[in-house]
Protein backbone atom coordinates (compact mmCIF):
# COMPACT_ATOMS: atom_id res chain seq x y z
CA UNK A 1 0.00 0.00 0.00
CA UNK A 2 1.24 3.72 -1.05
CA UNK A 3 1.80 5.42 2.21
CA UNK A 4 3.42 9.20 2.14
CA UNK A 5 6.23 7.62 4.62
CA UNK A 6 7.15 4.19 2.78
CA UNK A 7 7.29 6.60 -0.47
CA UNK A 8 9.65 8.93 1.33
CA UNK A 9 11.78 5.94 2.86
CA UNK A 10 11.91 3.74 -0.26
CA UNK A 11 12.58 7.21 -2.69
CA UNK A 12 15.43 8.76 0.05
CA UNK A 13 17.41 4.74 -0.63
CA UNK A 14 16.58 4.87 -4.24
CA UNK A 15 18.02 8.76 -4.73
CA UNK A 16 21.14 7.62 -2.53
CA UNK A 17 22.11 4.45 -4.97
CA UNK A 18 21.55 6.78 -7.65
CA UNK A 19 23.30 9.50 -7.28
CA UNK A 20 25.89 8.48 -4.30
CA UNK A 21 28.41 11.52 -3.66
CA UNK A 22 27.39 13.62 -6.87
CA UNK A 23 26.35 16.85 -6.77
CA UNK A 24 22.70 17.85 -7.87
CA UNK A 25 21.04 21.40 -9.12
CA UNK A 26 17.60 21.82 -8.43
CA UNK A 27 15.62 25.36 -9.20
CA UNK A 28 13.34 26.56 -6.79
CA UNK A 29 10.19 28.49 -7.31
CA UNK A 30 8.60 29.01 -4.10
CA UNK A 31 5.76 26.06 -5.52
CA UNK A 32 4.61 23.03 -3.99
CA UNK A 33 6.17 21.20 -5.96
CA UNK A 34 9.98 22.38 -6.29
CA UNK A 35 10.05 22.93 -2.93
CA UNK A 36 8.91 18.85 -1.82
CA UNK A 37 11.28 17.82 -4.32
CA UNK A 38 14.41 19.98 -2.32
CA UNK A 39 13.24 18.51 0.41
CA UNK A 40 12.96 14.88 -0.41
CA UNK A 41 16.12 15.15 -2.13
CA UNK A 42 17.81 17.80 1.09
CA UNK A 43 16.86 13.97 3.13
CA UNK A 44 18.93 11.94 0.68
CA UNK A 45 22.35 13.99 -0.17
CA UNK A 46 22.28 17.02 2.18
CA UNK A 47 24.11 19.79 0.90
CA UNK A 48 25.67 17.57 -2.63
CA UNK A 49 21.73 19.31 -3.61
CA UNK A 50 22.55 22.89 -4.76
CA UNK A 51 19.36 24.81 -5.25
CA UNK A 52 18.80 28.33 -6.69
CA UNK A 53 16.30 30.16 -6.37
CA UNK A 54 15.63 33.26 -8.96
CA UNK A 55 14.01 36.40 -8.40
CA UNK A 56 12.40 37.20 -11.52
CA UNK A 57 10.86 40.70 -10.01
CA UNK A 58 7.39 38.93 -11.12
CA UNK A 59 6.50 37.68 -7.68
CA UNK A 60 3.91 38.41 -5.52
CA UNK A 61 4.78 41.30 -2.82
CA UNK A 62 7.31 40.29 -0.48
CA UNK A 63 7.75 36.67 -1.41
CA UNK A 64 11.49 36.45 -2.88
CA UNK A 65 12.96 37.24 0.31
CA UNK A 66 10.69 35.74 2.76
CA UNK A 67 10.78 32.20 0.25
CA UNK A 68 13.98 32.38 0.36
CA UNK A 69 14.29 32.88 4.11
CA UNK A 70 11.97 30.01 4.74
CA UNK A 71 14.21 27.50 2.30
CA UNK A 72 17.28 29.01 4.46
CA UNK A 73 15.69 27.90 7.60
CA UNK A 74 14.39 24.41 6.11
CA UNK A 75 18.39 24.03 6.37
CA UNK A 76 18.63 24.07 2.49
CA UNK A 77 21.88 24.75 0.35
CA UNK A 78 19.90 27.57 -1.58
CA UNK A 79 21.21 30.47 -3.48
CA UNK A 80 18.96 33.58 -4.22
CA UNK A 81 19.60 34.98 -7.04
CA UNK A 82 17.61 38.61 -7.45
CA UNK A 83 17.49 38.96 -11.39
CA UNK A 84 14.65 41.26 -11.28
CA UNK A 85 16.45 44.49 -12.87
CA UNK A 86 17.54 41.43 -15.98
CA UNK A 87 13.91 40.23 -16.70
CA UNK A 88 12.30 43.95 -16.77
CA UNK A 89 15.17 44.90 -19.20
CA UNK A 90 13.88 42.40 -21.41
CA UNK A 91 10.33 42.54 -20.88
CA UNK A 92 10.40 46.37 -21.52
CA UNK A 93 8.44 46.94 -24.60
CA UNK A 94 6.88 43.83 -24.91
CA UNK A 95 2.79 43.47 -25.03
CA UNK A 96 2.45 40.19 -26.21
CA UNK A 97 1.55 37.16 -24.23
CA UNK A 98 3.61 34.47 -25.34
CA UNK A 99 6.42 37.46 -26.84
CA UNK A 100 6.56 38.02 -22.45
CA UNK A 101 6.58 34.09 -21.51
CA UNK A 102 9.25 33.56 -24.15
CA UNK A 103 11.48 36.82 -23.35
CA UNK A 104 11.12 35.42 -19.62
CA UNK A 105 12.02 31.49 -19.87
CA UNK A 106 14.87 33.02 -21.78
CA UNK A 107 16.45 35.04 -19.49
CA UNK A 108 15.55 32.14 -16.63
CA UNK A 109 17.62 30.04 -18.52
CA UNK A 110 20.36 32.48 -18.98
CA UNK A 111 20.50 33.36 -15.51
CA UNK A 112 20.31 29.46 -14.46
CA UNK A 113 22.96 28.50 -16.86
CA UNK A 114 25.10 31.01 -15.15
CA UNK A 115 24.78 29.44 -11.68
CA UNK A 116 24.82 26.58 -12.63
CA UNK A 117 28.03 26.89 -14.17
CA UNK A 118 29.20 27.86 -10.35
CA UNK A 119 28.63 24.67 -9.02
CA UNK A 120 32.00 22.69 -9.64
CA UNK A 121 31.37 19.30 -11.37
CA UNK A 122 27.60 19.14 -11.10
CA UNK A 123 26.31 16.10 -12.47
CA UNK A 124 22.47 16.29 -12.10
CA UNK A 125 19.35 18.54 -12.83
CA UNK A 126 16.53 17.61 -10.51
CA UNK A 127 13.09 18.95 -11.15
CA UNK A 128 9.75 18.72 -9.53
CA UNK A 129 8.06 17.49 -12.50
CA UNK A 130 4.84 15.76 -11.45
CA UNK A 131 1.97 13.33 -13.20
CA UNK A 132 0.58 15.89 -14.39
CA UNK A 133 3.17 17.25 -16.06
CA UNK A 134 4.16 13.80 -17.44
CA UNK A 135 1.23 13.22 -19.09
CA UNK A 136 0.11 16.71 -20.58
CA UNK A 137 3.23 18.54 -22.92
CA UNK A 138 2.38 21.69 -21.52
CA UNK A 139 2.68 22.34 -18.16
CA UNK A 140 0.45 24.00 -16.01
CA UNK A 141 1.87 23.81 -12.83
CA UNK A 142 3.97 26.46 -13.29
CA UNK A 143 7.73 26.89 -12.14
CA UNK A 144 11.37 26.72 -13.52
CA UNK A 145 10.41 23.19 -14.85
CA UNK A 146 7.58 23.81 -16.83
CA UNK A 147 9.73 27.11 -18.24
CA UNK A 148 12.82 25.13 -19.33
CA UNK A 149 10.53 22.45 -20.75
CA UNK A 150 8.71 24.89 -22.73
CA UNK A 151 11.98 26.51 -24.11
CA UNK A 152 15.08 24.18 -24.62
CA UNK A 153 14.24 23.56 -28.15
CA UNK A 154 15.03 27.59 -28.65
CA UNK A 155 18.41 27.96 -29.78
CA UNK A 156 20.61 25.34 -28.64
CA UNK A 157 20.74 23.43 -25.34
CA UNK A 158 21.90 25.66 -22.36
CA UNK A 159 24.30 23.43 -20.45
CA UNK A 160 22.68 22.52 -17.70
CA UNK A 161 20.42 20.75 -19.88
CA UNK A 162 22.76 18.30 -20.40
CA UNK A 163 23.12 17.22 -17.13
CA UNK A 164 21.45 13.86 -16.26
CA UNK A 165 17.78 14.53 -14.97
CA UNK A 166 16.54 13.27 -11.49
CA UNK A 167 12.54 13.70 -11.00
CA UNK A 168 11.53 12.07 -7.75
CA UNK A 169 7.97 13.16 -8.00
CA UNK A 170 7.01 11.98 -11.03
CA UNK A 171 4.79 9.51 -10.42
CA UNK A 172 2.81 11.22 -8.10
CA UNK A 173 -0.42 13.64 -8.32
CA UNK A 174 -0.36 16.87 -6.59
CA UNK A 175 -2.10 15.89 -3.28
CA UNK A 176 0.43 13.23 -2.98
CA UNK A 177 2.68 15.68 -3.25
CA UNK A 178 1.26 17.43 -0.30
CA UNK A 179 0.89 14.43 1.88
CA UNK A 180 4.82 13.26 0.90
CA UNK A 181 5.60 16.97 2.05
CA UNK A 182 3.48 17.04 5.35
CA UNK A 183 4.83 13.74 5.94
CA UNK A 184 8.15 15.00 6.26
CA UNK A 185 6.82 18.28 8.73
CA UNK A 186 6.99 21.09 5.80
CA UNK A 187 5.17 23.88 6.72
CA UNK A 188 1.72 23.95 5.81
CA UNK A 189 1.89 27.28 4.56
CA UNK A 190 3.79 25.85 1.81
CA UNK A 191 2.43 22.73 1.02
CA UNK A 192 -1.03 24.99 0.69
CA UNK A 193 0.50 27.59 -1.43
CA UNK A 194 -1.93 28.93 -4.49
CA UNK A 195 -0.56 28.02 -7.40
CA UNK A 196 1.63 30.45 -9.42
CA UNK A 197 2.47 30.91 -12.79
CA UNK A 198 5.87 30.82 -13.66
CA UNK A 199 6.01 34.05 -15.58
CA UNK A 200 4.37 35.81 -12.33
CA UNK A 201 2.76 39.03 -12.20
CA UNK A 202 3.89 39.75 -16.19
CA UNK A 203 0.94 37.64 -17.24
CA UNK A 204 -1.45 39.09 -14.75
CA UNK A 205 -0.35 43.07 -16.08
CA UNK A 206 -2.31 43.49 -19.46
CA UNK A 207 0.05 45.01 -21.80
CA UNK A 208 3.06 46.44 -21.24
CA UNK A 209 5.28 46.17 -18.16
CA UNK A 210 7.09 48.74 -16.07
CA UNK A 211 8.33 48.66 -12.70
CA UNK A 212 5.57 51.04 -11.44
CA UNK A 213 3.16 48.63 -12.77
CA UNK A 214 4.72 45.20 -11.02
CA UNK A 215 4.36 47.74 -8.01
CA UNK A 216 0.80 48.56 -7.63
CA UNK A 217 -0.24 44.97 -9.05
CA UNK A 218 2.00 43.53 -5.91
CA UNK A 219 0.19 46.01 -3.57
CA UNK A 220 -3.48 45.18 -4.30
CA UNK A 221 -2.49 41.20 -4.54
CA UNK A 222 -1.57 41.58 -1.46
CA UNK A 223 -4.81 43.33 0.22
CA UNK A 224 -6.44 40.43 -1.79
CA UNK A 225 -4.13 37.70 -0.68
CA UNK A 226 -3.97 39.05 2.90
CA UNK A 227 -7.96 39.65 3.46
CA UNK A 228 -8.54 35.86 1.77
CA UNK A 229 -6.29 34.45 4.66
CA UNK A 230 -7.60 36.24 7.55
CA UNK A 231 -11.27 35.93 6.52
CA UNK A 232 -10.32 32.07 6.26
CA UNK A 233 -10.85 31.93 2.63
CA UNK A 234 -7.77 31.37 1.37
CA UNK A 235 -7.85 27.53 1.96
CA UNK A 236 -10.91 27.43 -0.11
CA UNK A 237 -10.16 28.58 -2.73
CA UNK A 238 -7.91 27.18 -5.23
CA UNK A 239 -5.72 29.84 -7.04
CA UNK A 240 -6.41 33.44 -6.73
CA UNK A 241 -4.80 36.50 -7.95
CA UNK A 242 -5.25 40.10 -9.11
CA UNK A 243 -5.20 41.71 -12.66
CA UNK A 244 -3.87 44.95 -14.08
CA UNK A 245 -5.58 46.05 -16.95
CA UNK A 246 -4.79 48.82 -19.50
CA UNK A 247 -7.76 50.60 -18.98
CA UNK A 248 -8.24 53.63 -17.00
CA UNK A 249 -11.53 55.34 -15.69
CA UNK A 250 -12.39 58.10 -13.72
CA UNK A 251 -13.38 58.38 -10.47
CA UNK A 252 -13.60 61.01 -7.30
CA UNK A 253 -11.71 61.77 -4.60
CA UNK A 254 -13.36 65.02 -2.45
CA UNK A 255 -13.44 67.88 -5.15
CA UNK A 256 -11.19 66.22 -7.55
CA UNK A 257 -11.75 63.90 -10.39
CA UNK A 258 -9.59 61.09 -10.79
CA UNK A 259 -8.53 58.93 -14.02
CA UNK A 260 -6.83 55.73 -12.78
CA UNK A 261 -6.14 52.46 -13.14
CA UNK A 262 -8.59 49.59 -13.16
CA UNK A 263 -8.12 45.67 -11.50
CA UNK A 264 -9.87 43.13 -11.66
CA UNK A 265 -9.98 40.49 -8.81
CA UNK A 266 -10.08 36.51 -9.70
CA UNK A 267 -10.59 33.78 -7.31
CA UNK A 268 -11.89 29.94 -9.10
CA UNK A 269 -12.28 26.68 -7.55
CA UNK A 270 -10.37 23.85 -9.68
CA UNK A 271 -9.07 20.69 -8.31
CA UNK A 272 -6.33 20.91 -11.73
CA UNK A 273 -6.69 23.92 -13.46
CA UNK A 274 -8.18 22.67 -16.92
CA UNK A 275 -11.66 23.71 -15.65
CA UNK A 276 -12.89 25.99 -12.73
CA UNK A 277 -15.29 27.51 -11.45
CA UNK A 278 -15.23 31.35 -9.92
CA UNK A 279 -16.05 31.68 -6.17
CA UNK A 280 -18.49 32.65 -4.61
CA UNK A 281 -16.87 35.12 -2.18
CA UNK A 282 -19.31 37.30 -0.08
CA UNK A 283 -20.29 40.62 -0.86
CA UNK A 284 -18.99 41.77 2.39
CA UNK A 285 -15.48 40.07 1.74
CA UNK A 286 -15.46 41.77 -1.30
CA UNK A 287 -16.60 44.88 -0.16
CA UNK A 288 -14.02 45.65 2.42
CA UNK A 289 -11.67 44.09 0.21
CA UNK A 290 -12.32 47.16 -2.43
CA UNK A 291 -12.51 49.57 -0.14
CA UNK A 292 -9.13 48.92 1.18
CA UNK A 293 -7.42 48.47 -2.19
CA UNK A 294 -8.70 52.03 -3.21
CA UNK A 295 -8.12 53.64 -0.82
CA UNK A 296 -3.77 51.85 0.32
CA UNK A 297 -3.38 51.67 -3.09
CA UNK A 298 -1.85 54.84 -5.55
CA UNK A 299 -2.97 55.05 -8.84
CA UNK A 300 -6.28 52.39 -8.86
CA UNK A 301 -9.63 54.04 -8.56
CA UNK A 302 -11.46 50.87 -9.88
CA UNK A 303 -11.90 47.42 -8.53
CA UNK A 304 -14.09 44.62 -10.38
CA UNK A 305 -14.47 41.28 -9.61
CA UNK A 306 -14.12 38.04 -12.35
CA UNK A 307 -17.26 35.91 -12.46
CA UNK A 308 -16.59 34.38 -15.99
CA UNK A 309 -15.44 30.40 -15.80
CA UNK A 310 -13.14 27.98 -17.45
CA UNK A 311 -13.94 27.18 -20.17
CA UNK A 312 -14.66 29.46 -22.00
CA UNK A 313 -12.82 31.84 -19.97
CA UNK A 314 -9.17 30.93 -18.82
CA UNK A 315 -7.90 31.35 -15.20
CA UNK A 316 -5.16 33.91 -16.30
CA UNK A 317 -6.05 36.83 -18.40
CA UNK A 318 -3.44 36.37 -20.83
P1 LIG B 1 -5.18 29.09 -17.73
O1 LIG B 1 -5.02 30.56 -17.72
O2 LIG B 1 -4.63 28.45 -18.96
O3 LIG B 1 -4.30 28.55 -16.52
O4 LIG B 1 -6.60 28.66 -17.44
C1 LIG B 1 -4.31 27.23 -16.03
C2 LIG B 1 -3.23 27.15 -14.95
O5 LIG B 1 -1.96 27.30 -15.54
C3 LIG B 1 -1.31 28.43 -15.00
N1 LIG B 1 -0.58 29.10 -16.10
C4 LIG B 1 0.74 29.04 -16.29
N2 LIG B 1 1.72 28.44 -15.56
N3 LIG B 1 3.34 29.24 -17.08
C5 LIG B 1 3.00 28.57 -15.97
O6 LIG B 1 3.92 28.07 -15.33
C6 LIG B 1 2.42 29.86 -17.86
O7 LIG B 1 2.78 30.48 -18.86
C7 LIG B 1 1.06 29.75 -17.43
N4 LIG B 1 -0.10 30.21 -17.94
C8 LIG B 1 -1.10 29.81 -17.11
C9 LIG B 1 -2.39 29.29 -14.40
O8 LIG B 1 -1.89 30.12 -13.36
C10 LIG B 1 -3.36 28.23 -13.90
O9 LIG B 1 -2.93 27.69 -12.66
Redesign the pocket.
Known sequence: DWTPQSFVEETVEALQEKIGNDKVVLGLSGGVDSSVAAILLHKSIGTNLYCIFVNNGLLRKNEYESVLAQYEGMGLNVKGVDASARFLDALAGLSDPEMK?KAIGRVFIEVFDDEAHQIKDVKWLAQGTIYPDVIESV?????PS??IKSHHNVGGLPDFMKLQVVEPLKALFKDEVRRVGASMEMDAAILGRH?????GLA?RILGDITAEKVRILQEVDAVFIDNLKSWNLYDKVW?AGAILLPVNSVGVMGDERTYEKCVALRAVESTD?MT?DWVNLPYEFLQKTSNEIINKVKGVNRVVYDISS?PPA???WE
Open positions: RSATGGATPFPGPIQGAKTIE
